[in-house]
């Protein structure tokens, strides 16, 4: 039999160095635990590594609710399309997408529509915080993000979302033509109005924060461990956590934080989530020939473009097709297209292309939750299309949750057996 590691008593185990394991380790630590990450690769080499780096505080709102879904039928006939399910990947899908629609009522809709603006009303101070705390403030942009609309129809079109928005206070200018101009010259005169978020900041580089945060980790005495985690040993409370190399590491307390693989972990420990992996893309352009101050979206062509370390990265879209099939980057190449109407002198020469699994359940609210069943076992997973905002906020309301102090906010509606 293997030998148990030394990590000691008193532990907690974060399994997964994404955004959300590392801010939670970090987190942890920082209040007197002694933490150790596991994970099977380096820090920041899931899903957080590519993201579009916004702390996107507008986007909250459920993907299930009527005017998106009522266009997924059109999107699905249309390959290039934001929205894409493979074909051979459909049967799958099915009883997520029944969730899915069960998460469309309009009452459901009202509650996850505050449980996201409750999440997202404090995510950027909880980033500045967390950053200030660690020495990272410079990694934050000060200018917010440009909603882009060709004209008035289109801005109609998107106009449930501002709506939301401003029934919870979330701040907003509308913009013409020439206000568009005097802030970002490079955008195009199709482009006949915008709305302004200023709350919506942006990372200079999402992978390089996941790595300062877990030096900043290490620094203050946690521990990085390498190794796939397959199974748990555990009884009226959680014991070890059994890696493939059948290593054993004693733990205290355990935390789920792998990000679209926590399906999985959470299977072992009889506890199945509908957590599926919306898969987006991304085009990182190192010399773009043009400048940028604001992240730019344009709802109705589906596509974000955000001022990174590394040149303008391009990104968006879903495609439905599980974590084993290999990347379509065609999808990538839409997304360019597309982001060249808004900026027509944007160059495409030198680039990455990326595929990225965003943790997905079916209501678009993360599980921020304790273990239903096993004391000494949580779960802070499914934060969809917005880990990286929602990843200081998840620190805190996690690390008051296992620590029992009182969380911010009342965790009931984000429990792990909710669904
Ligand atoms: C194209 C794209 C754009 C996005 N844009 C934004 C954005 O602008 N703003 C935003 O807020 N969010 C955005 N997101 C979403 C965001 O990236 C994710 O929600 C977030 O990265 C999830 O973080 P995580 O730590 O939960 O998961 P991950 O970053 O995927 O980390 C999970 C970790 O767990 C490890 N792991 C898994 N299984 C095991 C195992 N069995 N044993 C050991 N280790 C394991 C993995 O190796 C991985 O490192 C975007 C996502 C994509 C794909």
Same mark, same amino acid.
């Given at each position: 039999?293997?030998?148990?590691?030394?990590?000691?008593?008193?532990?907690?185990?974060?399994?997964?160095?994404?955004?959300?394991?590392?801010?939670?380790?970090?987190?942890?630590?920082?209040?007197?635990?002694?933490?150790?990450?596991?994970?099977?690769?380096?820090?920041?080499?899931?899903?957080?590594?590519?993201?579009?780096?916004?702390?996107?505080?507008?986007?909250?709102?459920?993907?299930?609710?009527?005017?998106?879904?009522?266009?997924?039928?059109?999107?699905?006939?249309?390959?290039?399309?934001?929205?894409?399910?493979?074909?051979?990947?459909?049967?799958?899908?099915?009883?997520?997408?029944?969730?899915?629609?069960?998460?469309?009522?309009?009452?459901?809709?009202? %509650? @996850?529509? #505050?449980?996201?603006? =409750? &999440?997202? +009303? *404090?995510?950027?101070?909880? !980033?500045? $915080?967390?950053?200030?705390?660690?020495?990272?403030?410079?990694?934050?942009?000060?200018?917010?993000?440009?909603?882009?609309?060709?004209?008035?129809?289109?801005?109609?079109?998107?106009?449930?979302?501002?709506?939301?928005?401003?029934?919870?206070?979330?701040?907003?200018?509308?913009?013409?033509?020439?206000?568009?101009?005097?802030?970002?010259?490079?955008?195009?005169?199709?482009?006949?109005?915008?709305?302004?978020?200023?709350?919506?900041?942006?990372?200079?580089?999402?992978?390089?924060?996941?790595? %300062? @945060?877990? #030096?900043?980790?290490? =620094? &203050?005495? +946690? *521990?990085?461990?390498?190794? !796939?985690? $397959?199974?748990?040993?555990?009884?009226?409370?959680?014991?070890?956590?059994?890696?493939?190399?059948?290593?054993?590491?004693?733990?205290?307390?355990?935390?789920?934080?792998?990000?679209?693989?926590?399906?999985?972990?959470?299977?072992?420990?009889?506890?199945?989530?509908?957590?599926?992996?919306?898969?987006?893309?991304?085009?990182?352009?190192?010399?773009?020939?043009?400048?940028?101050?604001?992240?730019?979206?344009?709802?109705?062509?589906?596509?974000?473009?955000?001022?990174?370390?590394?040149?303008?990265?391009?990104?968006?879209?879903?495609?439905?097709?599980?974590?084993?099939?290999?990347?379509?980057?065609?999808?990538?190449?839409?997304?360019?297209?597309?982001?060249?109407?808004?900026?027509?002198?944007?160059?495409?020469?030198?680039?990455?292309?990326?595929?990225?699994?965003?943790?997905?359940?079916?209501?678009?609210?993360?599980?921020?939750?304790?273990?239903?069943?096993?004391?000494?076992?949580?779960?802070?997973?499914?934060?969809?299309?917005?880990?990286?905002?929602?990843?200081?906020?998840?620190?805190?309301?996690?690390?008051?949750?296992?620590?029992?102090?009182?969380?911010?906010?009342?965790?009931?509606?984000?429990?792990?057996?909710?669904?």
């Amino acid at each position: 039999m293997a030998t148990p590691l030394a990590v000691g008593r008193n532990t907690t185990i974060v399994v997964g160095a994404g955004i959300i394991g590392t801010a939670l380790g970090l987190e942890l630590q920082r209040r007197g635990r002694q933490v150790t990450i596991i994970d099977r690769g380096a820090p920041g080499q899931g899903a957080s590594f590519g993201n579009m780096a916004s702390i996107a505080v507008t986007e909250f709102m459920p993907a299930s609710r009527p005017s998106v879904w009522k266009q997924i039928p059109g999107w699905m006939l249309d390959p290039e399309g934001p929205v894409r399910v493979r074909a051979s990947y459909m049967p799958r899908l099915v009883p997520w997408f029944l969730r899915f629609i069960a998460a469309s009522r309009p009452g459901k809709l009202r %509650a @996850l529509e #505050a449980q996201g603006a =409750a &999440l997202c +009303g *404090r995510a950027l101070e909880d !980033t500045q $915080a967390m950053l200030a705390t660690h020495g990272l403030a410079d990694q934050l942009s000060a200018e917010g993000c440009l909603s882009l609309y060709a004209d008035e129809a289109e801005f109609r079109a998107d106009r449930d979302h501002i709506e939301i928005l401003e029934r919870f206070g979330i701040p907003h200018e509308i913009l013409g033509r020439p206000a568009i101009k005097a802030l970002e010259p490079e955008i195009s005169d199709q482009i006949g109005m915008a709305v302004l978020f200023p709350k919506n900041r942006s990372v200079k580089d999402p992978y390089k924060l996941v790595q %300062a @945060l877990a #030096a900043r980790f290490q =620094a &203050l005495g +946690g *521990r990085i461990e390498t190794g !796939t985690v $397959a199974s748990f040993t555990r009884g009226e409370a959680i014991r070890e956590v059994v890696l493939t190399d059948g290593r054993r590491l004693p733990a205290d307390e355990v935390v789920i934080a792998a990000g679209a693989h926590s399906a999985a972990l959470a299977k072992a420990l009889g506890e199945p989530i509908p957590l599926e992996t919306e898969r987006g893309y991304h085009t990182q352009i190192m010399r773009p020939g043009i400048k940028l101050k604001h992240s730019i979206i344009w709802p109705a062509r589906a596509f974000m473009v955000t001022p990174t370390a590394g040149g303008i990265r391009v990104g968006g879209t879903v495609e439905m097709a599980g974590l084993e099939a290999p990347p379509d980057y065609r999808r990538s190449k839409v997304t360019v297209r597309r982001a060249r109407v808004a900026l027509p002198k944007l160059r495409c020469e030198e680039f990455t292309e990326w595929m990225g699994h965003r943790p997905a359940l079916p209501d678009t609210v993360p599980i921020l939750s304790a273990s239903a069943k096993t004391r000494g076992l949580f779960y802070a997973t499914g934060h969809g299309h917005l880990g990286l905002t929602y990843a200081a906020t998840t620190a805190l309301l996690m690390a008051d949750l296992i620590t029992g102090a009182k969380p911010a906010l009342d965790l009931h509606p984000y429990r792990i057996d909710r669904f």
